[in-house]
C-alpha cells in the first residue's frame, strides 16, 4: 500500500511544483511588463513655463538634471534679455543705440559678431540695422501704422548692416544707425541653454522659446523628437519633422501682425524696400544643428522668398528647410524626405533635389 501510494502521490506533488514554478513565472513576466509600461508612455518631464524675450518660453526636462537645472536655464534667459533687449534702457545694445558707441561683453560681441556674419551671409535678406524703420512701422512698441513712402525712403540709408563697426569687444553706428538683434537672440539663446543643459546632466530634453524648438538629445526612449510645423493659414499644423539634438526655428507673416484696409502687414521687413516681405512664402521652417543659424535664416529665407531660399539650400546644404507658399503647397528640402510626414497627404508637396 504504501509502496503503492508512494508513486500515485508523487505526480501531483510535481504538478504542484511546475504549477507554483510557471506561476511565479508569470508573475515576474506581469511585473516586467509593468515596469516596461512607463518607458512606453511619455515620461513626465520638469516643465518650466516663463515670459522672456516678448515671448513665452517652455523647458521640458525629460531625463538627467533636477528643477535647479531649470533654475539656472531661465536665469541663463533673463541674464542674456538683460544684455540684448531695446527695450530695456541698461542693456548693453541699448547703450549702442542710444550713443552710437559701446563696450561689449564678451558674450554680447560674439552675438553681433555671428549676427553680422549671418547678414552677409544671406546678402541683406537679414540686417539687423532695420530697427528704425521697424519702428517706423510700430512693430517695436505695437502702435501700428503704414508709414508714408517719403518716411520710408527717409530711414533706408540707415539700413545698412556693413557700416556697424565691431572691434575689440566694442562696437559704433553712424549717426542715426540702431541696430537689434531679435532675428538671432532667440536662437543664441536655444544655443547656449542646450549647452548649460548637457553640462548640468540633462540628456532629453525639448526647449520651446517661443516657436523657437530647441531639441537636446532624443526622447528617453531614444526615438526621435516629434515636432509639429504650424499652418500658417489657420490652426492645425502642416506637418510634423523629426528631430534629435537640433534646433527647429520657424519665421511667418503670421506671428505678428496688423490689417489696415483689409491689407495685412506683418513684422518681417524686406530691407530693401522697407515693407513687410511679400515673397510669396507665409512661413519657413528651418532644421538645423545651430539655432542661431536656424533663427537668422528663418527671418531671411522668408525675405529671399521660395527660389531665393533653395538657392541658398544648394549654396551652403548645412540646414534643411520647409517653406509653405501662400497658395498653401509645401516644399522641402531633400534631407528631410525621410523625416517629414504632411498632416494632410492631398496638399501639395514638393521636395527640392540638391
Ligand atoms: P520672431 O522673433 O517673431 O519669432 P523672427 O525670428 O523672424 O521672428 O525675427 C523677426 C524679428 O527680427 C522682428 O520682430 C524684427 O524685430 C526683426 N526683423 C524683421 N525683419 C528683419 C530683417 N529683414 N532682418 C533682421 N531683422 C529683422
Ligand atoms: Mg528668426
Redesign the pocket.
Known amino acids: 500500500m504504501r509502496l503503492g501510494r508512494a508513486p500515485s502521490g508523487k505526480p501531483p506533488r510535481l504538478c504542484a511544483l511546475l504549477l507554483a514554478l510557471l506561476l511565479a513565472l508569470l508573475l515576474a513576466l506581469l511585473l516586467a511588463l509593468l515596469l516596461a509600461l512607463p518607458g512606453c508612455a511619455p515620461a513626465q518631464p520638469l516643465e518650466r513655463t516663463f515670459f522672456a524675450m516678448d515671448t513665452v518660453m517652455t523647458l521640458r526636462l525629460y531625463q538627467g538634471g533636477d528643477g535647479s537645472l531649470l533654475d539656472r536655464a531661465e536665469a541663463r534667459v533673463r541674464e542674456l534679455e538683460a544684455q540684448w533687449s531695446v527695450t530695456e534702457e541698461n542693456s548693453e545694445i541699448c547703450a549702442l543705440n542710444r550713443g552710437g558707441r559701446a563696450e561689449l561683453s564678451p558674450e554680447t560681441a560674439e552675438l553681433l559678431g555671428a549676427a553680422l556674419d549671418m547678414c552677409r551671409r544671406t546678402d541683406g535678406?537679414?540686417?539687423?540695422s532695420?530697427y528704425p524703420v521697424?519702428r517706423a512701422w510700430g512693430?517695436t512698441t505695437g502702435e501700428y501704422s503704414v508709414p508714408g513712402g517719403e518716411a520710408i525712403a527717409a530711414l533706408l540709408p540707415l539700413v545698412d548692416y556693413g557700416r556697424v563697426a565691431l572691434e575689440a569687444g566694442a562696437a559704433a553706428l553712424p549717426p542715426g544707425m540702431e541696430i537689434?538683434l531679435?532675428?538671432v537672440a532667440?536662437g543664441y539663446t536655444g544655443d547656449a541653454l542646450a549647452a548649460l543643459l548637457k553640462q548640468g546632466g540633462a540628456d532629453s530634453a525639448l526647449l520651446d522659446l517661443?516657436?523657437?524648438i530647441q531639441a537636446v538629445g532624443s526622447k528617453p526612449d531614444g526615438s526621435p523628437w516629434r515636432v509639429a510645423i504650424r499652418d500658417p493659414a489657420g490652426d492645425g499644423n502642416i506637418g510634423v519633422v523629426e528631430v534629435a539634438d537640433q534646433a527647429v526655428v520657424t519665421?511667418g507673416g503670421y506671428?505678428?501682425y496688423f490689417e489696415e484696409d483689409g491689407v495685412r502687414y506683418w513684422?518681417?521687413?524686406?530691407?530693401a524696400t522697407g515693407w513687410p516681405a511679400r515673397s510669396g512664402l507665409a512661413s519657413v521652417t528651418v532644421v538645423g544643428e545651430s539655432g542661431l543659424l536656424c533663427?537668422g535664416l528663418?527671418?531671411a529665407l522668408?525675405?529671399m522668398g521660395r527660389e531665393g531660399a533653395l538657392e541658398h539650400w544648394r549654396q551652403h546644404r548645412d540646414f534643411e528647410a520647409v517653406l509653405v507658399s501662400e497658395d498653401g503647397s509645401v516644399t522641402i528640402t531633400a534631407g528631410l524626405e525621410e523625416r517629414f510626414t504632411p498632416a494632410d497627404p492631398a496638399r501639395p508637396l514638393t521636395v527640392a533635389q540638391p
Do not use: M, Q
Open positions: 535678406a537679414l540686417d539687423i532695420t521697424l512693430f537689434d531679435g532675428s532667440k517661443g516657436g523657437n519665421s506671428e505678428r513684422h518681417i521687413i524686406d530691407p533663427d528663418s527671418t522668408f525675405v
